[in-house]
């Protein structure tokens, strides 16, 4: 344990014996706001050098808000404290470059603590699905597109508390997950990281997430802010978004992370906004994040995302990470200058300190450190559940799946044996305790003959697939932060395996251990699909659970395959990587099914499908109300949804009911948008009513004439159905 969570700790045992709001620690030193009488620094850390006399820490009085007690701290804090707590310690700039193939082991950013205060180190872990950084003994979880397919917000607040814990437990107060990122781009490399393409959708398993995560301890990171929708040129790339499209599509998952999620950080991205780079662009920061979501945690860059020191304290960026290029010395010299009013870095300080007291970290000691071991039974439970729950059956002909136990099985390709594919690569890459292979999983499960053969010999992989009753190939791609998939087809020669093993044996099913979505070529030829992600470390038992019936399939795909490369939203240059820097947003608001629905174009399997091994029927779809008005052009509040789902089929199961918006106008909306959902378990012959709302973007637009959102009078379609191409309920409500 360091000097400072001791003293933070006698500070606890202080406040919790007195009675008064008033504290003193008797060994530190007096309060210095002002400049003049700044502490000399130490190199080690510059804010804790100083002299030793009692100081009174109003702010450690806990029936203050964090606001209030934020303020108080501020006020206490000379320039050089404020200014060492507006970046990290770290050693490299860029990582992720050759400059800095980092990460590091250990916390890749810190901010040291200011014993004085009280105020702890800020420990910071990559880990979107498991703590990062090289971390041992920790729990390697689905991918997040994966946790997303179970279309479960329940689902995704265990995965936070999951990691959140074991976060905590390693000693990090600062989790740098989720990725809220809305996939634009098909071949994005961290589209695994994400939840999917939906806005309303990755708002929903945001905030679950990040509920989940702060409840165990830790501040949640949400990234990356904003228009980070490719890997190619992150760097230097300027996505050129218009208002609206930015105000409906992209922000709506940050919003529903601040009302919703109470997130306590943002990471800005690498990429320019409209010509700005996301961590000095005042219409994101300010305007948008401050002004409009009313978010009061505190904003930091990512890693070497920060390019100027005035523009960047003064546009709204509240900490560089993971140096002090520009927010150290560079910083203070603006001051003396200034170009940067300590107003401003007041702001920027109380922006971060709120958090920090909302969760408690100047409150109470925290447990762990990086070499403790975190896993525990219920974590390696949680990840195999999850990963059943997150595997969707896209084709099941003949209703070859389930398997019968006796069956011989020959399991083919690398995932299947050799190298089975938990997760993707780049800064959320985990440590995997280890990862149950399919072959092992199938194996401990099936009770027939099980072979394997790594697809690299096409002419044995055939025979030892004619040789089984059923042949399973596991195909999968390599997606890592840093770089978009070069293409949509699965990699070196897995279109061809599967053909040569489709032609050997009809019974042939493909598992897709992918982090997105590829092209199926032979999708005629096999007999079943299922997308299984990159698992975590449970891969091989869940796979076997879903493969023998043991668990009833119900995730559902939180975007579009597309059937061909060139039908997808974005397949121009200019659009992506992008011509001459600029990455071209002209696809406006048809950003995944939405493109597909708006231009007729069949997509390979649309957003929101999936099967089960049962059927489900939907009826008796009622709207509540039908008619109101609308006072000022403001949407309501709350319209419910009602339907009943009836399991119609011979095996418990669950499924997903979506609820569509047409909307009335003709102002270039998308045919339907997704604007609610609910997941619904039912027994065999069992009828559910599920009822669920919409809430009022559900009826609104933003306009661009008026800067806000508005409600828009007339009749919307309401649309429920099980895929957002299988919407057979239909009803209606009439705004006046
Ligand atoms: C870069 C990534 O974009 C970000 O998500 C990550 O948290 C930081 N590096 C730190 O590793």
Request: aromatic share 8%; glycine share 8%; net charge negative.
């Amino acid at each position: 344990m360091n000097i400072s969570m001791r003293w933070s700790g006698r500070a606890v045992a202080l406040i919790l014996s007195a009675a008064c709001a008033v504290f003193f620690v008797p060994a530190l030193t007096n309060a210095q706001p002002d400049r003049s009488s700044a502490p000399v620094k130490s190199a080690a850390n510059p804010a804790n050098a100083g002299t030793s006399a009692p100081i009174r820490r109003p702010w450690m009085d806990r029936s203050l808000s964090p606001e209030q007690r934020a303020g108080l701290l501020v006020k206490a804090m000379t320039l050089d404290e404020k200014i060492h707590m507006m970046h990290g310690v770290g050693a490299c700039a860029e990582v992720w470059t050759e400059k800095c193939p980092m990460p590091i082991k250990g916390y890749v950013g810190e901010a040291p603590a200011i014993d004085r205060l009280g105020i702890p180190h800020l420990n910071l872990a990559d880990g979107r699905a498991g703590v990062g950084n090289k971390a041992v003994n920790v729990t390697l979880l689905p991918a997040p597109i994966a946790a997303a397919s179970s279309w479960d917000p329940a689902l995704l607040n265990e995965f936070g508390h999951v990691l959140g814990k074991e976060e905590w437990d390693k000693g990090a107060n600062v989790a740098l997950s989720p990725t809220i990122d809305v996939v634009r781009v098909p071949e994005w490399g961290r589209t695994f990281e994400s939840y999917g393409e939906d806005p309303y959708f990755n708002g929903r398993m945001a905030a679950a997430e990040i509920k989940g995560i702060q409840a165990e301890g830790p501040i949640a990171d949400a990234n990356m802010y904003l228009t980070m929708n490719q890997e190619n040129s992150r760097f230097s790339s300027d996505s050129v978004v218009d208002e609206r499209t930015l105000q409906e599509i992209y922000l709506p998952p940050y919003a529903a992370a601040v009302a919703e999620g109470h997130v306590g950080t943002f990471m800005c991205a690498y990429v320019k906004t409209n010509g700005v780079y996301s961590c000095e662009n005042a219409h994101l920061l300010r305007d948008l994040l401050r002004k409009e979501l009313k978010f009061d945690g505190w904003v930091m860059s990512d890693w070497g995302a920060t390019h100027s020191t005035v523009d960047a304290a003064n546009h709204g960026l509240d900490q560089e990470m993971p140096i002090d290029e520009y927010f150290g010395a560079p910083l203070e010299k603006a001051v003396e200058d200034g170009k940067v009013t300590v107003a401003t870095i007041d702001e920027h300080v109380r922006n971060i300190l709120i958090p920090m007291f909302r969760q408690g970290l100047l409150d109470r000691q925290q447990p762990g450190n990086w070499d403790s071991n975190v896993r525990t039974d219920a974590h390696t439970a949680f990840s195999r559940k999850a990963a059943e729950e997150s595997t969707i059956l896209l084709k099941n002909q003949g209703a070859l799946l389930p398997l019968r136990a006796d069956a011989s099985i020959a399991v083919i390709g690398e995932a299947g044996s050799t190298k089975p594919k938990g997760e993707g690569g780049g800064s959320s890459e985990v440590v995997a305790p280890y990862i149950v292979s399919p072959f092992d999983g199938i194996g401990k499960r099936g009770k027939g003959k099980i072979t394997s053969d790594d697809g690299a010999d096409l002419y044995k992989a055939a025979a030892t697939a004619r040789a089984a009753d059923v042949a399973i190939v596991f195909a999968r791609t390599e997606e890592t932060e840093g770089y978009d998939r070069p293409g949509l087809n699965l990699p070196g020669n897995q279109d061809a395996l599967i053909s040569a093993v489709a032609a050997a044996n009809k019974k042939t099913i493909v598992v897709l251990d992918t982090g997105g979505p590829v092209l199926m070529p032979w999708i005629d030829r096999v007999a079943g699909v299922l997308e299984a992600w990159y698992s975590g470390q449970e891969d091989g038992n869940a796979i076997a659970a879903i493969l023998y019936g043991d668990f009833n399939p119900s995730a559902k795909l939180p975007l579009t395959f597309p059937r061909t490369a060139t039908e997808i939203p974005t397949a121009s240059k200019e659009q992506w990587p992008g011509v001459n820097g600029r990455s071209l947003y002209s696809e406006g608001l048809n950003v995944g099914y939405r493109w597909y629905d708006a231009t007729h174009t069949q997509p390979l399997f649309p957003f929101g499908f999936g099967l089960s091994y049962t059927t489900f029927r939907l009826n008796r779809l009622a709207v509540e109300p039908r008619e109101l008005k609308s006072k000022s052009g403001a949407a309501p509040e709350a319209v419910l949804v009602k339907v009943d789902v009836t399991n119609t089929g011979t095996r418990d199961g669950a499924e997903v009911v979506e609820a569509y918006v047409a909307d009335p106008s003709k102002n270039g909306e998308p045919p339907h948008q997704l604007r609610g959902f609910a997941k619904v378990r039912l027994k065999v012959g069992e009828t559910k009513s599920v009822t669920f709302t919409l809430d009022r973007r559900s009826f609104s637009i933003y306009d661009v004439s008026l800067h806000r959102w508005t409600c828009l009078p007339g009749t919307y379609d309401v649309l429920v159905g099980t895929s957002s191409r299988d919407l057979p309920l239909h009803d209606r409500i009439t705004i006046r």
